[in-house]
């Protein structure tokens, strides 16, 4: 028995816009919420979760309504084209509102924020490794630190002079400077070394031309200007609160919309693939969907969108490209996928593979129709704490993974210094290259050792990107994130097929919504909790350790899970490879 990839793949075209959408806005709405309307983290993840919160009741509901809904169409298409379109035209508009709050924050520049001198995060401060120095300077202060090494007051009349004009003028994204941690044991003082570029293009100290060689260097715009303008931007917020309320209102019409098909789509595949293959199938979707997330991760290296210089860009023309994607995907799924035909195709292969299964096991039922299981059947008790074992090992490892795509696109920017988009797509390239190796390991040891796997793998991914900062060299970034794209991949892959394998024939989309329900649930959380986190202790430096410890918690839950495994059957070709363990 082989799986029709073509079928899959068309299927998977549903998936592959759902990707291409939270892809886009787990990178730009936090950078809308925190850089046009100044939020800080903790309000910016409250904002952030709102789609989880939808999600917990809606995909369920929506799961649900799908199994019952009886159409020419099919169960699930009608759900997924409706609400596709409903998530496009909102996401489009989506754009308006963040234009009409981004006009108000530019409407001023630098020159406003140094006269009105706003206080800003220090970011050499961190309440573990580093507390002795202050907290938060002002923007003079913070600036004459940068450029002179002392605060303000203690510069000349000429020093402030030069200061100001070159706060105003001069500073750009480009603006990079070196800070020497202090230690009183060692005798070595905190101390800023401004940095230049010379003719050659080597960085040198603007004071003495010295190497930098392997101190910090961390962006001098972002920590100067961004901040203060996000400041600002809070001001605005304040004295325009309609827009912020527009904002959340179209904002909520997209998540919606988005809520209402997502369980039909993902609960599609089992919908026209056997039991035996669906964890081929479920290989071939999640492939589909990561092929989304890179098409719109090369869209924001064309559009630039992670760089410094281009926080305060204007996205409309990204997000319009986004939808375009997205439409053009879901032209190819309506004309081309046969739900109900297919469906009708996998009942009648089921119906005959359950019979040769009963009979291998000789307890065939004089009643050909007692033998078939009912929607309304309870779970036995070992099955059902598996289950929720299951569930909670999904709702951990989401609590840690969605703090990193929650918050990572401004981490990026003002921790590291470093193109999100870059970072994100070698994960993403390494999941869809890790899917065959991933393929190879399950069908040998089955479903529950492979997450494991995974587990452990995005474990040391999070736990070693701790040690990260802006003068890391960059491949050491992309090897832990290839490394975590791997363990995602792995993670994925076996799942999702581990809860639909403990539902009963008529209920595939309410178990669904179960697996959606967990993963939403931690996503509720993790985004409102790690921002808090971050605003208590100071600094961003809190987000991989928060998410290390969670997704560490999830390999302990998943240890005790009984059922959903898959007796393992070696794949007969590459393709095969893709979807891990089969079930039996």
């Not at 009942?347 to 009643?367: G, R, Y």
Request: proline share 3%; glycine share 6%; with cysteine.
């Amino acid at each position: 028995m082989k799986l029709n990839y073509k079928r899959t793949l068309l299927v998977g075209f549903a998936f592959f816009l759902i990707s291409a959408f939270w892809q886009a806005y787990d990178t730009i709405i936090p950078l809308m919420l925190t850089n046009r309307f100044g939020l800080d983290q903790t309000w910016s993840g409250v904002i952030m979760s709102l789609d989880n919160i939808l999600a917990l009741f809606m995909l369920p509901l929506f799961g649900a309504l799908s199994d019952k809904k009886d159409t020419r169409f099919g169960k699930r298409t009608p759900f997924i084209v409706i609400g596709a379109v409903a998530a496009i035209v909102c996401f489009v508009g989506l754009t308006f509102a963040d234009n009409a709050q981004l006009n108000k924050v530019m409407a001023s520049g630098a020159d406003t924020y140094w006269e009105q001198n706003y206080e800003v995060e220090n970011r050499e401060y961190n309440s573990i490794t580093n507390n002795g120095v202050e907290q938060k300077y002002t923007v003079r202060d913070y600036a004459a630190k940068v450029k002179y090494n002392k605060l303000y007051d203690e510069l000349t009349a000429n020093e402030k002079t030069e200061l100001e004009a070159w706060y105003k003028d001069n500073l750009d994204a480009n603006t990079t400077y070196v800070y020497t941690k202090p230690d009183k044991d060692k005798g070595i003082e905190e101390s800023y070394k401004l940095v230049t570029v010379d003719a050659e293009g080597n960085k040198v100290f603007a004071d003495s031309g010295d190497a930098i060689g392997k101190a910090l260097t961390t962006n001098a715009y972002s920590s100067l200007v961004s901040d203060a303008r996000a400041q600002f931007a809070k001001t605005v917020t304040a004295t325009n609160w309609w827009v912020l309320l527009i904002f959340i209102v179209v904002l909520l019409m997209v998540l919606i919309s988005m809520a209402t098909f997502r369980s039909p789509a993902v609960a599609l595949m089992p919908d026209v693939t056997v039991k035996p293959l669906r964890s081929k199938g479920n290989a071939i979707i999640n492939l589909m969907g990561t092929a989304g997330g890179i098409l719109v991760l090369l869209l924001g290296m064309i559009f630039d969108t992670s760089a410094v210089k281009n926080q305060m860009m204007s996205y409309t023309w990204f997000v319009f490209a986004v939808c375009g994607i997205m439409l053009a995907a879901l032209i190819v799924f309506i004309f081309t996928v046969k739900e109900k035909k297919w469906n009708a195709e996998m009942l009648e292969a089921q119906a005959i593979l359950d019979e040769e299964e009963n009979a291998k096991e000789q307890d065939v039922s004089t009643d050909a129709e007692a033998d078939k299981p009912k929607a309304k059947d309870k779970l036995p008790k070992d099955k059902l704490v598996s289950l929720i074992l299951i569930l909670a090992s999904v709702a951990l490892w989401f609590t840690g993974y969605n703090a990193i795509t929650s918050k990572y696109s401004v981490y990026s920017l003002n921790v590291l210094n470093k193109s999100y988009n870059t970072t994100l797509l070698i994960a993403q390239a390494a999941a869809v290259i890790s899917y065959i190796p991933v393929g190879i390991i399950a069908s040998k040891i089955g479903r529950k050792k492979s997450i494991l796997i995974g587990v452990g793998l995005l474990t040391v991914a999070f736990g070693g990107a701790i040690f990260i900062n802006a003068s890391t060299p960059g491949w050491i970034m992309y090897i832990l994130f290839a490394l975590a794209g791997i363990a995602w991949a792995t993670i994925n892959v076996n799942s999702f097929p581990m809860v639909v394998e403990l539902s009963k024939g008529g209920n595939v989309g309410q178990y669904t919504g179960y697996y959606y329900t967990a993963s939403m649930a931690a996503q509720v959380i993790t985004p409102i909790l790690s921002g808090a986190l971050m605003d208590a202790f100071g600094s961003m430096s809190v987000l991989f350790p928060y998410a290390s410890i969670f997704v560490a918690m999830s390999f302990v839950t998943m240890l005790f899970v009984k059922h959903g495994d898959s007796k393992p059957e070696a794949p007969k070709d590459k393709m095969e490879m893709l979807a891990g363990a089969d079930d039996d």
